[in-house]
């Protein structure tokens, strides 16, 4: 997905978003925000959403484990290199890339999760074997940690 805002573009694939810094918006915020931003879908710690209206620009900023984030008005966003501005035409756009997003971090937190368990039940199996060959637990009860840990 790519769209265009106020300050620039904001490009969004599987793992990754990209802050493109291009337009008249972007033009006005390269001289303190000098070329693109890749950040890492999992980096993504949170995601500011400020609506726009008929009579205020929208906001999308990009909060990141690390990083001090932007404080202030939304005028003062503009200098921040994780926000991208947009306007109340790109509205629609930025809501959709903003769903986008919360899916795709989402999906890598319930992979890192389901990771995480199954390094968990290996270590647990292993241990319990470790145990076997020590001779402090029978065949037979592990087999049936075994059977327990793999439900």
Not at 91 to 106: N, R, T, V
Request: no cysteine.
């Amino acid at each position: 997905m790519e769209i265009s805002g106020y300050t620039g573009q904001l490009i969004v694939t599987d793992k990754k978003i990209i802050i493109k810094r291009k337009g008249l918006g972007g033009f006005i915020s390269r001289g303190i925000l000098n070329g693109d931003k890749e950040i890492p879908i999992k980096n993504i710690t949170a995601i500011q959403f400020r609506n726009a209206n008929w009579l205020t620009n929208g906001s999308i900023q990009f909060s990141i484990h690390g990083e001090m984030g932007h404080k202030g008005s939304a005028l003062s966003a503009a200098n921040d290199e994780n926000t991208l501005i947009f306007t109340n035409n790109q509205k629609e756009d930025f809501i959709k890339a903003k769903q986008l997003i919360d899916e795709l971090m989402s999906n890598i937190d319930k992979s890192e999760n389901k990771s995480n368990q199954q390094i968990s039940i290996a270590d647990e199996l292993k241990k319990f074997s470790e145990l076997k060959d020590q001779g402090i637990i029978s065949e037979d009860e592990f087999n049936n940690k075994k059977k327990e840990l793999l439900k």
